[in-house]
């Protein structure tokens, strides 16, 4: 590949590699050679993922050991015409001369991360790290130092902004990309000062009636020439540190939201939900700063909902945790954001004072159609409802989705099929009209009913497949669940919805010739549904041969309708049989 580069300078006093000053110099010294012999140079920038991480979480010395042992194995890597430096912080850099073939680079690179993916045994801690290297090859020898540190920075981003790690050659898109990132962070630099940030409100309702009770804050960007995306913009600010004060601006804007709001509608008001990110939670200012947002807008803190994803929560779960519970000192409510998507077990869920989960919007999406998806929405519900917590599931789009979420027990939903974020104002309007047509503020009551009845012919299974078919399909329309069960030509079934849906089904079920009797044993309002699942349980317990014989222990049969006589012991057995259906 060439000769052995020596690097002579200055060295770093924590690597003994050459430093930024000395690799600047000996990057011009290559490519001065480089254009002499018209041969390639090469050069590899590495990041070492997480690294301020291990900082925060074991302390500065263990994360110097770390680097001491990354600098260890990147020298251990390195062949003829290799050699390695460090920049400074996490990053370090592999200077290669008369390159031959730039595929062999992307060999070099795979190599670095396969050795640096190892396990780190450093103080008696068992590490592991991830890089994303940026890679940049001059043939013609046009480009200086600078090009090729800020194209291989430029490489890097790209794979940083991917994740997990890996390689990237630098190109002309990237170059593309790289200068738009510092555009718009230049632009987010001066968006505060310009005005150019605005709040919108995106409505959570509850899921059963569809009433608005809070509304989650999303930022828009709109700087003169044209909207930005918040999926664009706010990594980048992010990476940039601006979205401190960004954010410390957002908590603000749901600060004096909430005031207002309440000063117009009292009780009635919606909550205000606002996001907080991961660089926030690294702000030792931020609690301060909140406090004092709280004390000049004397926004009421138990209606703000501050919403921190489980990935950003769990990164230094020690760390946040007391971030987060001096947040909660302040009077503030916390949601976890996109619940199900991160790593949180639920020792570390406990620890936190959590209000809300919100589910993951990946969940939400098949819910309706996907048996995995379904699977993973009812044991987060679960969960929450075990725990205590609310639950919130985003970006639910369509009828199906939200029958689904009631039918699991979820509490509020958001998507587009209630409300588009809006224009604070619009929001205001759209909050306003509901409260005037008395749609906002009283939730619709939900209701039980017990009853049981006489078959009038013994049924099987095919008769019990098209009954259900028939039912499951008509409740899932109207809102209904419940249990239904068979047993000694007898029927006994708990039915749960609004309360004129069961009245109306209770006409068609004492129409239906397949049974006769029909008794309500008992109706009245319900807290919650007992039966979560729009199919409708189902048990036929007819006798089977794999029961115990209860010949010599049975004294008398007891039949449903006597069973009815005694309402309380018949509720007590009906919903004894949740879940198993």
């Known amino acids: 590949m060439g000769k052995f580069i020596t690097l002579r300078g200055k060295h770093d006093a924590l690597t003994g590699l050459p ?31 997480g690294f301020k991480l291990v900082n925060h979480t074991h302390g500065q010395e263990i994360g110097d050991l770390l680097l001491k042992t990354v600098a260890s194995r990147l020298q251990g890597q390195m ?23 730039a595929a062999t680079m992307s060999i070099l690179a795979q190599r670095i991360n396969d050795t640096l993916r190892q396990p780190l045994v450093i103080a008696g801690l068992t590490l592991s790290v991830v890089a994303s290297v940026g890679i940049v090859v001059n043939s013609d020898g046009t480009q200086t130092a600078n090009d090729m540190l800020r194209h291989a920075d430029a490489a890097m981003q790209a794979v940083k902004a ?7 050659f630098f190109s002309e898109q990237i170059h593309e990309q790289a200068q738009q990132r510092m555009k718009i962070a230049s632009g987010l630099a001066m968006a505060l000062a310009r005005n150019e940030f605005s709040p919108h409100f995106q409505a959570i309702v509850v899921a059963d009636s569809g009433r608005i009770v809070g509304a989650e804050l999303l930022l828009r960007w709109n700087p003169p020439e044209g ?34 709001w309440r000063g117009r509608w009292g009780e009635q008001a919606p909550y205000v939900s606002v996001n907080v990110s991961t660089r926030q939670l690294n702000d030792e200012a931020l609690v301060d700063m909140f406090a004092a947002a709280l004390r000049e807008t004397g926004a009421d803190p138990a209606r703000l909902l501050l919403e921190i994803t489980e990935t950003a929560l769990m990164a230094d779960i020690d760390k946040n945790l007391r971030i987060v519970h001096r947040l909660a000192d302040l009077g503030l409510r916390l949601a976890i954001d996109d619940f199900g998507s991160g790593y949180s077990s639920l020792a ?99 209701h039980f009913l017990i009853y049981v009845s006489t078959t009038t012919a013994p049924m099987a299974r095919p008769a019990f497949d098209a009954l259900l078919k028939q039912a499951r399909s008509f409740n899932r329309t109207v809102g209904i669940t419940g249990c239904l069960i068979y047993q000694d030509c007898y029927f006994m079934q708990m039915l749960e919805g609004k309360k004129e849906a069961l009245e109306a089904l209770m006409k068609k079920i004492k129409m239906d010739p397949r049974h006769c009797d029909v008794r309500t044993v008992i109706e009245g309002p319900a807290r919650r549904r007992v039966f979560i699942d729009w199919s409708m349980d189902f048990l036929d317990l007819t006798p089977r041969p794999d029961e115990p014989d209860f010949t010599q222990w049975q004294r008398r049969t007891i039949s449903f309708p006597e069973l009815a006589e005694d309402a309380r012991t018949c509720y007590k057995y009906i919903t004894a049989y949740m879940g198993h259906g």
């Open 19 to 49: 430093d930024r000053s000395a690799i600047r110099a000996r990057i011009d010294s290559a490519l001065q050679r480089a254009r002499r012999n018209k041969s390639s140079t090469a050069l590899l920038l590495i990041d070492i993922n």
């Open 227 to 260: 909207p930005v995306s918040p999926a664009v913009f706010i990594p980048i600010a992010e990476m940039t540190g601006t979205i401190i004060e960004i954010g410390a601006w957002v908590f603000m804007q749901a600060c004096r939201a909430e005031a207002d």
């Open 162 to 168: 991917q994740g997990n790690g890996g390689w990237q």
């Open 348 to 446: 570390q869920l406990t620890r936190l004072p959590v209000n809300v989960l919100k589910i993951e919007k990946a969940f939400i999406d098949d819910i309706d159609k996907n048996p995995e998806s379904r699977a993973v929405v009812r044991a987060v519900v679960g969960l929450g409802r075990a725990l205590g917590l609310k639950l919130v599931a985003e970006g639910v789009e369509n009828n199906d989705q939200r029958l689904e979420l009631c039918g699991y027990g979820c509490d509020f939903i958001q998507g587009y099929y209630f409300h588009r974020p809006l224009p604070e104002a619009a929001f205001v309007d759209t909050v306003a009209r509901e409260i005037r047509d008395g749609a906002l503020g009283v939730a619709t009551p939900l």
């Open 79 to 101: 062949r003829q015409g290799e050699s390695a430096g460090r920049l400074g912080d996490n990053e370090f850099v592999i200077l290669c001369k008369q390159v031959e073939q």
